[in-house]
Structure formats: C-alpha cells, structure tokens
C-alpha cells in the first residue's frame, strides 16, 4: 500500500505520521455530505454504484488527511470517524486497519496516550499482519510506558518483515527495557541494605542496653 508522509512533530524517533492510499468503500443506507456546519445524510440508491460510495469515502477521508498535515487533529479524528461509520461488509478489512492506525499517530500527537494504544489495538486486531499497525501500537506503548508490551509489538512487526523499522525500534526498546531493570535491581539492594543497616541499628541499641542494665546489677 502507497502510504504519504505528513509534516508533523516528531514521536519517539522523530518519524512523521503516514497515512495510506487506499478506496473501494462504500457508504451505508445513508450517509454523508456535507451541508452548512453539519454531517448530513443522503440516500442512496443501491443502484447508483459502488463508484458513487468510493467518491464519498474518497471525499471524507481526504479530508480528515488535509486537517491532520495542517495540524487540526481534532477535526482530521471527526472526519475518519465519519469514514468509518460510511463501511459495510464490502470494505477490505486492511482499509479499515489503516484509518485505525492514522488515528492512533494524531492521538499520539495530541498526548492522548492510552486512547492511541486502543486505536492501534484496533487495527492490528482487524488486520494481524499489518506491519506499520504493529509499529504504532508500539510507539503509543512506549509513550504510555508499557515497554515490555511495545518490546512485543515490535517484535511482532519485526516478525513479519526484517526489512521495516521495527528492529531499530525493537532495540531501542530492548535497551531501556533492560536500564528499567537494571534500576529495579538496585533500588532493591539499596533497600535490602538498608533494612539490614537498621536491623544491624537496632541490635546495637538492644545490646548497650542489656550493659546498662548489666552494670547497674
């Protein structure tokens, strides 16, 4: 799938968001044009051919791509929702995966965190073996701070092709991975040292009073 790069702020490693190139959707019963401020819906006749449903998908997705390069996130959500509320049960599954991954990358530019995970969740569930959904869920993972969940989801991505960017991603995860256990460890020896400092405290303390007493006798 041809996929287009956005200018957008760096995440993580500083790779811009993409969105892909993809149509053949179809618009339910009703949906879609736009009237005044409003969403509205048309009618359609079944008759009227799929070539009608994939302007309109074109026509709104394009839309929320236009917002997301110019930095309306909000707006470029509103509009992908939309698209996707036009899908029927003849839309290629991998389409709907993208849109899912496009909103997890404008919700990790929005600090939204936990919402980009359980977008990106929702593409690589639709489509298992989607390569860039693999690498986003990822990213929102490490953004979110559950590396050992990212390390496996670029592991999954990394699984499914040698040549993408999840093994540069996957090592770096690796590499802090292994610094968060690393200060684990010592902050557990700092702390069974000194429970064995305090412990050693206060048997000084029980032996110079058993003296005292001692001595008094």
Known sequence: TNRISFVLKPVLDGQSIHTSTSTSFVVHDESDLIVGDEEKVVIMDENEGDKKNEMTFSCVKGQGDVFAEDGNYKQALLKWDLALRLVTNKVDSQQISNIHEQKAQVLMEMNEFFLAVKSAEKAVNISNTFVEGYITLGRAQMNLGEVSMAVKSFERA????HNSS?????????????????????QEHITHKNKNEDDDDEDDDENEINLQNFQRE
């Open 166 to 186: 999840a093994r540069e991603e996957l090592m770096s995860a690796l590499n802090i991975l292994q610094r968060i256990k690393q200060i684990k460890a010592d």
């Open 158 to 161: 990394n699984q499914l092709d």
